[in-house]
C-alpha cells in the first residue's frame, strides 16, 4: 500500500505526488441526483489526485464519503469526492481515491483483530485524504460480500464487530449499520447503478441502459433491465428487484450466485468446496498441469492440488470437468442472449492476463474470445506454465460459465471495463449514493 501522495506535497501547488429478498425492494434514490465527472477533466490516476480532492485546496462545496468493499480475495476503500458548484445545482462527482489490500477480511476468520488492522490501515488514507473540518460530516461504511458469506455466523459476526470498533474510534461519521454483509441482490443494483451512472445512461433522454457482468472470487452477479414482457414473467420472483431512481423507476433482474466466483469455482472443480474437512487431502484435475503438486489458501482454509499425473490433460477433459460445476445451475433468461454486457472484476483480470485486452484500455470481445484462449492455454500447459497454475481453469470456467451457465451466443459481445472516467466499476459508487441520500447529505 502506498502513501497518499497529499502527504508528500510539498507545497498547496495541487501537483502532489442466502437468505433471498423479498421481490420488490424499495431503493428509492429519486431526491438524489449527481452530475457526471466531466469526461474531458484532467485525467488523474490512482495516486495523482486533481488540486481540489487535497485538503489544502479544499473547497467549502466539497463533501466526501468513504465506502469499503470487503470482497473475499481483498479489502478496498473508496473514498468519492463530491462538489455541489451552487446551491441551486446537483452535485457532481468529482474523483476517487482507491486504494486496496490482499488477502480479504475472511482469511482472517480467526484473528479479527489483525483482520480488523487491514481495514484501519487503509482507513489512515482517509484521515489523510478528507480535511479535519469534514471528517465527523463524511460517513464511513464497510459492506462484505461473499467470503463473509461463506464463513459461519460467529467468525464473521466476530470480525464485523472489530471493524465496527475501528471506524467507532475513527474521527468520521459512522452511521447505523456502517458494518455489514449486503446481500447479493444489491452487489448486483448497486454495480448495474454505477456502470449505467458512470455511463451517462442513467439521465437525459435517451435512456439505452447496459447489463453487468460481475466475477468475484466467491460469487458472481447478472443484472440487466429486462425489455421483454415475456423475461418480467419468466424469471423467478426472487431475481427482480424494483427501485426509483434519479426520477424514474427501474424493475431489474439481478442474481448473486454464491459459490460461482471464480475461486470458489476452482474449489468446486477440484471436488474441495464445502467440504467439512480437507485434512490434507489431494484435489486432482485435468485443468491443471500434469506434474503440478501445490497448496492453495482460501477463505482461511488449505488445500493442496495437483495435475492429473497420469490421466488426461487439456482443454477438453477440462470443460466437461467445469461443465459439471455450472451446467444447468444457473437461471437463462432467453433476452440476453444477443444482448451486450459490460463485463468487469476477473472477466477483466483474465482477458488483461491473457492479452485478450490491454489493461488500462479494456476492450470488446465476444464470449468465443474467451473459448479460444481457453483452448490455447489448456492444450499448451507447459508454454503458460510461468502464469497461474489455474489459467486454465479459470478461462475454462469463464467460458463455460458465460456459454452453459447464463446461455450466451458464442457472438455476444462482452464490453471489458475496469474503470470509466477514471472511477471503477465496482458497487461501490452505486452504494454511496444510497448511503448519502438515506443520511441526507448534500449541501
Ligand atoms: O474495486 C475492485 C474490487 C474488485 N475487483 C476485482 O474483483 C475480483 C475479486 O473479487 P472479490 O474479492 O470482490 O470477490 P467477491 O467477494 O466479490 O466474490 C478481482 O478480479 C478484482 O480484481 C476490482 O477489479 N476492483
Ligand atoms: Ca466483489
Redesign the pocket.
Known sequence: MTAHPCLTASSGSGRMASSRLPILLALVFSSFSFVLPHSNRVMWFQDLFPPNVCPINAKANTFYGIMF?A????T?I?IYTFVQKSPESLPELEGEI?E?VKP?LSAYADQPEKGAETVKRLLDMAIDAVPPHLWKKTPVVLKA???LRLLSEEKAQALLLEVKEVFEESPFLVPENSVSIMDGSY?GILAWITVNFLTGQLSGQNKHTVGTL???????QITFLPRFEETLKESPGDFLTSFEMFNSTYKLYTHSYLGF??K?ARLATLGALNMEAVDGQMFRSSCLPKQLEAEWHFGGVKYRYGGNKEGETGFRPCYLEVLKVVKGKLHQPDEIRGSSFYA???Y??RAVDTNLIDYEQGGVLEVRDFERKAKEVCDNMERYNSASPFLCMDLTYITALLKEGFGFRDNTLLQLT?KVNNI?T?W?LGATFHLLQSLGITY
Open positions: 468493499d470482497g473475499s480475495t481483498g478496498r473508496h482507491f486496496s480479504g460480500t461473499a467470503g452487489e460481475d466475477l468475484g472470487g466467491a460469487s458472481t466466483g471464480l470458489a468487469f472484476s476477473y477483466y483480470d475496469k471503477e465496482s461501490t
